[in-house]
């Protein structure tokens, strides 16, 4: 029976990447881990490419400092850096200007995030470029070895000391993310323009750390499991790891949102607190993907209000009306989706009370297009007309047949509801409560937020190949390994674009919402809701 349920689920997967080439026509393999289809092979980066992109491009952009942030690193026990930046205007004291604190790339496996921060940090640095006589071009590493994709020819970059020839290449239009809005007809680049984006540079010193994860997101270039993709190097995730309603009990160490041992337990958490406490941010917002949406706090808890509820709300729906028209999902973290999702530990949480950023969220960028519509996304109104746009890349099931019939009619009637097949010849999941609490926490894990696993199957088809597994005496850790095997050439494709105007959508609609976000900080209304 349970070599019937692999070689059923390894079809499934097959089907999924083939037909009619709606995801992709094959997926490039890089590592063991990564499935990155060739549409979007010159749009990612590696993780050593990102971060020496940023090392050069801050020696030529005048608006762009690093900062080396130490902590102690329990694997060594001993101080390790990371790198932090600041888009600033470095000739307006910074006494009078508002700070807005950013951190991508927590979890490994949501590629995008990171992707996000070179992104913004291109277009401020080429955005200005033309004034300051400064290139502004990436100079990536020189190793192909070490990119996912071969980086695209740049000319060398000078130091900050030396002038340099002003770029002739124009500043790239900013468009919003998939949310289908009124913006959309007319390009970014024109409302962004050089002198706006300028004085938000003047008023605002924006800080953020492009990749916090260093050790997740290069499991995703090296291999292993989508679960593990999601945590540190440690095998902790990182975002239930703060000190403010950490839950020693959240998880067990192979599950994804494992809290670690103890709160601040690694070095990640700690590079954060080092650069919140030098940085004393006034807003904070953590890049995340997976869903779409704007959420702000409470993460650990649906019902409990901040103090500061207001001033968040204010502030996150001026972004939304500007970037998004309004479309995109904003409210308590908790509440994102149809059924609340508590995150203990969370960096929301912690930014917001024991750093004291009275504007503190999480923002989703990148919900899979193929579950537009689903009951389980942020925003279920803007779903269903996003859906229609992107329909072309929706995934569905070949019915299988000639396996076991039963097995196929259960994973095809699972994803086509409106089948006329009768439950009677479904194959009967057992109830819920049969499982024991860590088996169940095995299927929530293999299925996600949204209820479906990656391959297609719900929970209900997941409980019955897990009773199968178990029946023939497997134990948890084992079971937990193969359903990990079984959907990580779908990991990367659930947390990030595989399609190139998808990509470009979210950098770009989500880079302009950061530079929304900065400017209204200094708004009269923004300003009145946080006093």
Not at 333 to 353: F, I
Request: hydrophobic share 35%.
């Amino acid at each position: 029976m349970f070599l019937v349920w692999v070689c059923v689920l390894l079809f499934v997967s097959l089907q999924l990447l083939c037909i009619e080439g709606r995801i992709a026509p094959h997926f490039l393999s890089v590592g063991s881990g990564v499935g990155l289809p060739s549409a979007v092979k010159d749009k990612y980066h590696s993780t050593s490419v990102i971060l020496q992109s940023m090392v050069e491009l801050e020696r030529t952009c005048k608006f762009l400092v690093r900062h080396e942030i130490e902590a102690i690193d329990p694997n060594t026990n001993s101080p390790r850096k990371n790198d932090a930046y600041t888009l600033t205007d470095p000739d307006v004291s910074k006494d009078n200007k508002k700070r807005f604190m950013l951190t991508f790339g927590v979890h490994g496996r949501e590629y995008i995030s990171s992707e996000t921060a070179l992104h913004l940090s291109r277009f401020v640095c080429e955005k200005t470029s033309a004034t300051t006589g400064h290139v502004a071009n990436i100079q990536t590493s020189k190793d192909s070895k070490d990119a996912l994709i071969p980086p695209a020819l740049v000319p060398d970059v000078t130091t900050k000391s030396e002038t340099a020839p002003k770029s002739d290449a124009k500043p790239e239009s900013i468009v919003t993310n998939m949310i289908e809005t009124e913006l959309d007809k007319s390009a970014f680049g024109s409302k962004m323009t050089v002198e706006r984006l300028k004085e938000i540079l003047k008023k605002t010193e924006i800080t953020f750390i492009p990749i916090v994860n260093i050790d997740g997101r290069k499991k995703v270039e090296t291999g292993d499991s989508c679960t593990n993709q999601r945590k540190n190097g440690r095998n902790v995730d990182i975002n239930r790891n703060f000190q403010n309603w950490w839950n020693p009990s959240n998880a067990h160490p192979y599950e994804e949102d494992y809290q670690g041992p103890s709160a601040m337990s690694e070095w990640e958490t700690n590079v954060i607190k080092t650069l919140a406490e030098k940085f004393q941010p006034h807003a904070f917002i953590d890049i995340h993907s997976g869903d779409l949406g704007l959420g702000y706090v409470y993460g650990h808890s649906s019902t409990e209000v901040s103090r500061h509820d207001l001033a968040n709300s204010k502030w996150t729906k001026l972004v939304d009306e500007e970037v998004f028209g309004g479309k995109v999902w904003n409210g308590n973290l908790a509440r994102m989706g149809s059924m609340p999702y508590e995150s203990h530990g969370s960096s929301c949480d912690y930014m917001y009370e024991s750093q004291n950023a009275k504007i503190s969220g999480t923002w989703e960028v990148w919900r899979k297009p193929s579950f537009f519509g689903s009951s389980n996304s942020a925003s279920d109104a803007s779903s269903s007309a996003a859906a229609a746009k992107y329909e072309h890349v929706s995934v569905s099931l070949t019915p299988i047949k000639k396996i076991d019939e039963k097995i196929a009619t259960s994973v095809d009637q699972k994803v086509k509801p409106d089948s006329s097949l009768s439950q009677s010849n479904l194959i009967q999941s057992p109830p819920v409560d049969s499982f024991d609490k860590e088996l169940q926490s095995l299927i929530d894990s293999s299925v996600g937020q949204n209820g479906v696993q990656e391959m297609g199957l719900t929970k209900e088809d997941m409980q019955v190949l897990v009773q199968s597994m178990k029946t023939e005496g497997k134990q948890n850790q084992e079971i937990q390994t193969l359903l990990q095997e079984m959907s990580r050439e779908q990991c990367f494709a659930y947390f990030n674009p595989i399609m190139p105007d998808h990509y470009d959508r979210t950098v770009k609609g989500f880079s302009y919402a950061i530079l929304v976000g900065a400017e209204k900080l200094s708004s009269p209304e923004v300003i009145a809701a946080c006093s």
